[in-house]
């Protein structure tokens, strides 16, 4: 303690003393933190970088307002095969999924009985023939005696009503014979028309009836395209408009046709309105398939369009991005009706000015853009010599 240290001993320093690089320290901590942020490096830009993107400029073009559906073929030639006499079935020549040509032979119904009623028929018209040539001499004879004066002239009518008679005997069994001949050919079952099989029903050794099914056939050649629509189309739909028709059998080719029915009545099921489109197969497309079907039911002749691309969903609406100085500005638009890729902007938009296509999605107003440069045409080069 200081009352134990005599006059002459020097004082021992403070304590405090021994804390002085600590205090340095963090004093040298605090001015830092407190100090400025570092300046940018020179040469880099400030705020988040800008966005590649391609853009477009806004056309007019005419352009078709369509009503668009999916639908449903239906084969117009589907004939059911009957059997048109009675009989055991003999042979089949076709089965199911078989491509026949009109006239080809299907199936063979036993003709035995077909043969054996011509047998009858031929002995009967025979028999006939002879009446009627011998009624027909005893006319004659009655003829020359009433000229005679031998016989009275009744005498001489019933000789004719006789021979009447029997020519009428022999017209009748002449046509039980073409029957009978008809019937034997329709005991070979032919195809009607040229087309595909689809179902066989019948089998050799079947006994069938006259009209009993034994084919299903399907022809392509002939189809009806059946559209459905709402109820609220029915005011802008009508016989004679042209439709486009799209289906996935040839993805590649665009049928033109036009509505050749509305049905006058709505679907109790679907509650749909069938439009109905009649066009010519050259073999392509299969019924039952389905079809897209556009039928065109007004024209803009100046409507403005973008690529679908161009429009997307923000929280004010759907929008485009046009692209002036470098900067991207949301414009908020009206859409209407798409077509190949490119969608019509009913408002919000004028022809020539220039937006953003691809990258679009990825756009904010204001935001920063880098339009990326179309790729360069390179020259033709001369053809090398052999």
Do not use: W
């Not at 006259?210 to 395209?225: F, Q």
């Not at 039911?297 to 997307?312: D, L, M, Y």
């Not at 692209?323 to 902007?345: H, T, Y």
């Amino acid at each position: 303690t200081p009352a134990s240290l005599s006059p002459h001993q020097p004082r021992p320093k403070a304590p405090i003393m021994r804390f002085a690089p600590c205090v340095t320290l963090f004093l040298a901590i605090g001015l830092g933190a407190c100090g400025g942020k570092p300046e940018p490096a020179a040469g880099k830009p400030a705020g988040p970088p800008a966005t590649l993107i391609t853009t477009t400029t806004a056309q007019s073009i005419a352009l078709d307002v369509t009503e668009d559906s999916l639908g449903t073929l239906e084969a117009l030639i589907d004939p059911k095969i009957g059997a048109e006499v009675a009989g055991r079935v003999i042979a089949v020549h076709a089965k199911a999924g078989d491509r026949v040509r009109q006239g080809q032979p299907l199936a063979e119904i036993d003709p035995t009985d077909f043969h054996i009623q011509g047998q009858a028929d031929a002995a009967e018209i025979a028999r006939l023939d002879a009446l009627v040539a011998q009624a027909e001499r005893f006319a004659e004879r009655q003829q020359r005696l009433v000229a005679q004066g031998f016989i009275s002239k009744n005498g001489a009518d019933d000789a004719l009503a006789q021979r009447d008679a029997a020519r009428a005997q022999l017209a009748t069994a002449r046509a039980r014979s073409g029957a009978s001949r008809y019937n034997l050919g329709r005991s070979k079952v032919v195809a009607p028309v040229e087309g595909v099989i689809e179902t066989q029903i019948v089998a050799a050794g079947d006994y069938v009836k006259v009209g009993d099914p034994l084919y299903r056939l399907v022809s392509n050649r002939i189809l009806k395209a059946h559209l459905p629509y709402p109820e609220s189309a029915a005011a802008r739909i009508r016989p004679g408009q042209p439709v486009r028709l799209t289906s996935p059998q040839q993805p590649d080719r665009v049928i033109e046709g036009s509505v050749e029915q509305v049905k006058p009545t709505v679907s109790e099921g679907s509650r749909a309105l069938d439009v109905q489109v009649r066009l010519d197969n050259d073999g392509g497309l299969r019924a039952g398939g389905t079809v897209n079907g556009a039928i065109v039911t007004g024209r803009k002749p100046a409507a403005v369009v973008v690529p679908e691309q161009s429009v997307v969903l923000r929280p004010a609406g759907k929008v485009v991005y046009v692209v002036a100085e470098g900067k991207a500005r949301q414009r908020i638009v009206e859409p209407g009706v798409k077509r190949d890729g490119r969608i019509e902007i009913v408002k919000g938009l004028a022809p020539g000015e220039v937006v953003a296509e691809d990258g679009a999605g990825f756009l904010s107003d204001g935001a920063a853009v880098t339009v990326k440069a179309a790729p360069e045409t390179r020259p033709a080069t001369a053809a090398a010599r052999p």
